[in-house]
C-alpha cells in the first residue's frame, strides 16, 4: 500500500513556474516507476510525464517537453515535477501516480496509486 500526497499547487502567471511535490509513504515507492498526469474539467486524464523507478530514465508528453522536467529522491520517497514556461492550457489538478512497474507507460491503468491531486491555474 502507497499513500500519496502532492503539493506545490497555486496560481502563477503565464511564463512562471511551479514545483510540485509527490510525498509517498508505505512500501511501495523506490522500486516503482512515478507517473505525473493531469484533469481539466470535461477532459479525460491526461499524461504529462514519468520517471522509472531509479530516476534514470524519464519521458514526457509533447506538449510539456522541453518545459517540464521530473525527478524523485528515493531517499526522501518523494517525487517532483518542475514546471517552467507554464501556458494558460497548463492549468489542470495535477497527480502523482505509483506504477505497477519500475518503468512506467502513458496509461493511467497501468498505475495502482493515486494522490488526491493539486489544483494547478495558470492566469493569461
Known amino acids: 500500500q502507497v499513500n500519496l500526497v502532492e503539493s506545490g499547487g497555486g496560481v502563477v502567471q503565464a511564463g512562471g513556474s511551479l514545483r510540485l511535490s509527490c510525498a509517498a509513504s508505505?512500501?511501495?515507492?523506490?522500486?516503482?516507476?512515478v507517473g505525473w498526469f493531469r484533469q481539466s474539467p470535461g477532459k479525460e486524464r491526461q499524461f504529462v510525464a514519468r520517471v522509472s523507478w531509479a530516476g534514470v530514465h524519464t519521458f514526457y508528453a509533447d506538449s510539456v517537453k522541453g518545459r517540464f522536467t521530473i525527478s524523485r529522491d528515493n531517499a526522501k520517497s518523494t517525487a517532483y515535477l518542475q514546471m517552467n514556461s507554464l501556458k494558460a492550457d497548463d492549468t489542470a489538478i495535477y497527480y502523482c501516480?505509483?506504477?505497477?512497474?519500475?518503468?512506467?507507460?502513458?496509461?493511467?491503468?497501468?498505475?495502482?496509486?493515486w494522490g488526491q491531486g493539486t489544483q494547478v491555474t495558470v492566469s493569461s
Open positions: 501516480a505509483v506504477a505497477t512497474g519500475i518503468l512506467g507507460t502513458a496509461v493511467a491503468s497501468d498505475y495502482n496509486y
Open positions: 508505505g512500501r511501495t515507492f523506490s522500486d516503482r516507476a
